[in-house]
Nanobody, 125 residues
Framework: QVQLVESGGGLVQAGGSLRLSCAASGRTFSSYVMDWFRQAPGKEREFVAAISRGGGSTYYADSVKGRFTISRDNAKNTVYLQMNSLKPEDTAVYYC??????????????????WGKGTLVTVSS
């Protein structure tokens, strides 16, 4: 069993930055590919970024590539999402997820093993 708790959300102006954190319980954190997803009001949840078990591989949605950076610290059981150059369309609840899938690219939110409860990011124009 893995519990995920996100933090770091808030209100920021367009062009600003935020760093989200996701702290995981348990001793098996490094066994999981870690993802960030987001869900904007009235829209379906969508993939944002993923990082491999050791942190050596990352994968991003086209909408955030070049602006967001995912990283992890296995010693601290934590995954991060650094978000720069934020836009109003980045407004959403951001969720972290733990997945046993083999590669970062094979994203399937229906196969995710554990979800956090989310943290709200609001970007004002």
């Amino acid at each position: 069993q893995v519990q995920l708790v996100e933090s770091g959300g808030g209100l920021v102006q367009a062009g600003g930055s935020l760093r989200l954190s996701c702290a995981a319980s348990g001793r098996t954190f490094s066994s999981y590919v870690m993802d960030w997803f987001r869900q904007a009001p009235g829209k379906e949840r969508e993939f944002v970024a993923a990082i491999s078990r050791g942190g050596g591989s990352t994968y991003y949605a086209d909408s955030v590539k070049g602006r967001f950076t995912i990283s992890r610290d296995n010693a601290k059981n934590t995954v991060y999402l650094q978000m720069n150059s934020l836009k109003p369309e980045d407004t959403a609840v951001y969720y972290c997820a733990a997945d046993r899938r083999p590669t970062v690219q094979s994203v399937n939110q229906w196969g995710v093993d554990y979800w956090g409860k989310g943290t709200l990011v609001t970007v004002s124009s």
